[in-house]
C-alpha cells in the first residue's frame, strides 16, 4: 500500500476506478440519488459548487505551486529544457482547438467549449505508462509531466481570460491588496505556512466574489508561497522550503481525494435515451477528435518540426514510435477537460453530456491506442557512449 500511495502514477489508476464508478453509479437504480445529492445545497453553495469551486481551488494550489517548483527549481528551469515540451505543449493547444472549431464554427453557443480538448490529464496519462513499466523510458515520462505542467499553466490562463463573467471592481482590488501583502511575505522572510493559508482563504472568497473563477485563487496563491531554502539548512535535515512542504503535504490528499472526488461527481453520465443524435452531434465530435486527433498532431507533428530543424533533441533513448504512442497519451484529458467544459456550459445539461461523452470516447481511445502501440514498440537499442555526447 505504501508503494502504491508512492507512486506518482497511482493517482491516475484511482481516477480511472472512480470516473468508471461514476459511469455505473449514473446508470444504476442509484442514480436519481446521485444527481440528487449533487444539488443539495450545505451553506451557501450546493455540492457540487463546494466542490467544483472550493475542492478544486485546491487541485489548482497544487498545480500552481508544481508549476513554480519546476519553472524556478525543477525540468523546466532552463530554456533548453523548456523548448520540446514548450512547443509540444503548445501545438498540443493550438491543433484541437481549431479541430473543435471546425466542428462547431456555426453555434456560438457551442464555441463556449472550444478551450476543452486543449487539457492534458497528467494523472491519467501517466496511470497508462505506469502500466508499460520498463518498456518507455524515464525521459519520455519527464517529457509528459513537463509538458503537462505548461499545458496546465495555459489552461489556467484560458480559465482566468475566457471563463470570467461580471466583473466585481472592488472584490478585484482586494484580491489585489491581498496579493500584494502576500507577495510582501514573501520578501519579508515569512516562513510559516500559516499566514499565507489563512489569507489564502480570504482571497479565494473575493476572486470568487469578483467573477473570476474561484479556482484561480489557488495558483495566485501558490505563486507567493516561498521556495527558497535557508542557507545551509540541509534538505536531509527536513529544511524543507514552504513551497516543497505544502506541495509534499497536498500531493496524496489531491491525487486521492479531492481529484477523485471531481472525478465521480463529474463523470457521471446517464445512458438512458442515448441516440446517435447525442453521440455524433458536432460538439461531441469535436471535442473527441480534438483529444483523439488534434493532441497526436499537435505534440508528435510540432516536436518532430522542432527536432528536424536541430532546435531540440529527441527524448534520450526514445524512439520516434515511441514518441508518437506518448503524444497519443497526450489525448487523454479527462480532469481540465471536464472542468473547462463544466464553465462553458454551466446551465446547460444537453451539452455537457456530450462534452463528457466526448471527453470519455476520445480519452478512452487515446488511452488504448497509445497503450497499445508503447507496448508492441521496441525500446531504442542504447548506443555506444563513443557514439554521440
Known amino acids: 500500500m505504501r508503494r502504491f500511495l508512492d507512486s506518482e502514477a497511482s493517482g491516475g489508476l484511482v481516477l480511472m476506478a472512480v470516473a468508471a464508478a461514476a459511469i455505473l453509479v449514473a446508470?444504476?437504480?442509484?442514480?436519481?440519488?446521485?444527481?440528487?445529492?449533487?444539488?443539495?445545497?450545505?451553506?451557501?453553495?450546493?455540492?457540487?459548487h463546494w466542490i467544483n469551486d472550493a475542492l478544486m481551488a485546491v487541485f489548482f494550489l497544487l498545480v500552481g505551486l508544481?508549476?513554480?517548483?519546476?519553472?524556478?527549481?525543477?525540468?523546466?528551469?532552463?530554456?533548453?529544457?523548456?523548448?520540446?515540451?514548450?512547443?509540444?505543449?503548445?501545438?498540443?493547444?493550438?491543433?484541437?482547438?481549431?479541430?473543435?472549431?471546425?466542428f462547431n464554427h456555426d453555434s456560438p453557443e457551442a464555441m463556449r467549449?472550444?478551450?476543452?480538448?486543449?487539457?492534458?490529464?497528467?494523472?491519467?496519462?501517466?496511470?497508462?505508462?505506469?502500466?508499460?513499466?520498463?518498456?518507455?523510458?524515464?525521459?519520455?515520462?519527464?517529457?509528459?509531466?513537463?509538458?503537462?505542467?505548461?499545458?496546465?499553466?495555459?489552461?489556467?490562463?484560458?480559465?482566468?481570460?475566457?471563463?470570467?463573467?461580471?466583473?466585481?471592481?472592488?472584490?478585484?482590488?482586494?484580491?489585489?491588496?491581498l496579493l500584494a501583502v502576500l507577495y510582501g511575505l514573501n520578501r519579508g522572510g515569512v516562513r510559516s505556512l500559516v499566514p499565507y493559508l489563512l489569507l489564502g482563504v480570504v482571497l479565494w472568497v473575493l476572486v470568487f466574489r469578483s467573477g473570476v473563477h474561484a479556482t484561480v485563487a489557488g495558483v495566485l496563491l501558490a505563486?507567493?508561497?516561498?521556495?527558497?531554502?535557508?542557507?545551509?539548512?540541509?534538505?536531509?535535515?527536513?529544511?524543507?522550503?514552504?513551497?516543497?512542504?505544502?506541495?509534499?503535504?497536498?500531493?496524496?490528499?489531491?491525487?486521492?481525494?479531492?481529484v477523485p472526488v471531481f472525478g465521480f461527481a463529474n463523470a457521471g453520465v446517464s445512458f438512458a435515451g442515448l441516440s446517435s443524435d447525442i453521440l455524433l452531434a458536432p460538439l461531441t465530435l469535436g471535442v473527441a477528435l480534438g483529444l483523439l486527433l488534434g493532441k497526436v498532431v499537435g505534440v508528435f507533428g510540432f516536436s518532430a518540426l522542432m527536432i528536424r530543424l536541430k532546435l531540440a533533441d529527441l527524448p534520450s533513448g526514445a524512439s520516434w514510435a515511441q514518441f508518437f504512442g506518448v503524444a497519443i497519451l497526450c489525448g487523454i484529458g479527462?480532469?481540465?477537460?471536464?472542468?473547462?467544459?463544466?464553465?462553458?456550459?454551466?446551465?446547460?445539461?444537453?451539452?455537457?453530456?456530450?462534452?463528457?461523452?466526448?471527453?470519455?470516447?476520445?480519452?478512452?481511445?487515446?488511452?488504448?491506442?497509445?497503450?497499445?502501440l508503447l507496448r508492441v514498440v521496441k525500446r531504442k537499442a542504447a548506443r555506444p557512449a563513443t557514439a554521440r555526447a
Do not use: C
Not at 446508470?27 to 457540487?48: C, D, R, T
Not at 496511470?127 to 517529457?143: I, Y
Not at 477537460?337 to 470519455?360: D, M, N, R, W
Open 223 to 258: 505563486l507567493t508561497i516561498p521556495i527558497q531554502k535557508t542557507p545551509g539548512a540541509p534538505e536531509a535535515h527536513g529544511d524543507l522550503s514552504p513551497l516543497h512542504k505544502l506541495e509534499h503535504a497536498l500531493s496524496k490528499p489531491v491525487a486521492f481525494i479531492i
Open 334 to 372: 479527462f480532469t481540465m477537460s471536464l472542468f473547462i467544459g463544466l464553465l462553458a456550459f454551466a446551465e446547460q445539461p444537453l451539452l455537457q453530456s456530450e462534452v463528457k461523452f466526448g471527453i470519455l470516447g476520445g480519452s478512452i481511445l487515446a488511452g488504448l491506442l497509445g497503450y497499445l
Open 66 to 102: 508544481e508549476i513554480k517548483r519546476e519553472m524556478l527549481d525543477g525540468q523546466l528551469s532552463s530554456w533548453s529544457r523548456r523548448v520540446l515540451p514548450g512547443v509540444a505543449a503548445a501545438g498540443g493547444m493550438l491543433v484541437p482547438a481549431l479541430i473543435y472549431t471546425a
Open 27 to 48: 446508470n444504476s437504480p442509484l442514480a436519481e440519488s446521485y444527481f440528487h445529492l449533487l444539488h443539495i445545497y450545505a451553506g451557501p453553495l450546493s455540492v457540487s
Open 113 to 177: 467549449g472550444w478551450a476543452i480538448p486543449t487539457a492534458t490529464d497528467i494523472a491519467f496519462a501517466l496511470g497508462v505508462l505506469s502500466l508499460l513499466g520498463s518498456r518507455v523510458p524515464a525521459s519520455l515520462k519527464v517529457f509528459l509531466a513537463a509538458l503537462a505542467i505548461i499545458d496546465d499553466l495555459g489552461a489556467v490562463v484560458i480559465i482566468a481570460i475566457f471563463y470570467t463573467s461580471n466583473l466585481s471592481l472592488p472584490d478585484l482590488a482586494g484580491a489585489a491588496v
